[in-house]
T-cell receptor
Framework: EPEVTQTPSHQVTQMGQEVILRCVPISNHLYFYWYRQILGQKVEFLVSFYNNEISEKSEIFDDQFSVERPDGSNFTLKIRSTKLEDSAMYFC?????????????FGAGSRLTVL | EDQVTQSPEALRLQEGESSSLNCSYTVSGLRGLFWYRQDPGKGPEFLFTLYSAGEEKEKERLKATLTKKESFLHITAPKPEDSATYLCAVQAEQAGTALIFGKGTTLSVSS
């Protein structure tokens, strides 16, 4: 069964450092997403990406965050200068369709720990 | 403000003891309601999508139903392998493609 692959599974970084989280979405999917889940809290939407540009973003997704699809397979989330409160599990997801039919397939997540 | 509330937060069942999980939602206009299962340390795994009140979907021991204000996930004769956190999420008309998640219900089934 096709799956979304995320690397690294766990990253520990110092506050103020840049972090890049990588994702390989399902090959025939056209819509890509990042969500995050702070320990014990809800899964929260960060950003959606389609046709090489951001479709939507949440208030969480400020100037410290950026996304990129550098080639035909990878989708990355960059955090420019990490803060303690960025510690969370980051989930990449992809879907075939937008709107109400967008059944998202999630990756296993990348746990980010900021010290 | 669009909101999703799930109850209970945690549920312990004996194997074979049926029960229901609740998801209450307040959205400006519902495009879809989604149920996901999440195992520890993993990403959410899709279970069902419901689009309109009265709709029902079934998969093995799980059945999801939808009204205008809430959804139920019924678990019939659960087994230990059904232990997981069950997440409810909605897509609202004014929220674009973003899913709004509830905190989830953590289900533990003992044999």
């Amino acid at each position: 069964e096709p799956e979304v692959t995320q690397t690294p599974s766990h990253q520990v970084t110092q506050m103020g450092q840049e972090v890049i989280l990588r994702c390989v979405p399902i090959s025939n999917h056209l819509y890509f997403y990042w969500y995050r889940q702070i320990l014990g809290q809800k899964v929260e939407f960060l950003v959606s990406f389609y046709n090489n540009e951001i479709s939507e973003k949440s208030e969480i997704f400020d100037d410290q965050f950026s996304v990129e699809r550098p080639d035909g397979s990878n989708f990355t989330l960059k955090i420019r200068s990490t803060k303690l409160e960025d510690s969370a599990m980051y989930f990449c997801a992809s879907s075939e369709y937008p709107g109400g039919k967008n059944v998202l397939t999630f990756g296993a997540g990348s746990r980010l720990t900021v010290l | 403000e669009d909101q999703v509330t799930q109850s209970p937060e945690a549920l312990r069942l004996q194997e074979g003891e049926s029960s229901s999980l609740n998801c209450s939602y307040t959205v400006s206009g519902l495009r879809g309601l989604f149920w996901y299962r999440q195992d520890p340390g993993k990403g959410p795994e899709f279970l069902f999508t419901l689009y309109s009140a009265g709709e029902e979907k079934e998969k093995e021991r799980l059945k999801a139903t939808l009204t205008k204000k809430e959804s139920f996930l019924h678990i019939t004769a659960p087994k230990p392998e059904d232990s997981a956190t069950y997440l409810c999420a909605v897509q609202a008309e004014q929220a674009g493609t973003a899913l709004i998640f509830g905190k989830g219900t953590t289900l533990s089934v003992s044999s």
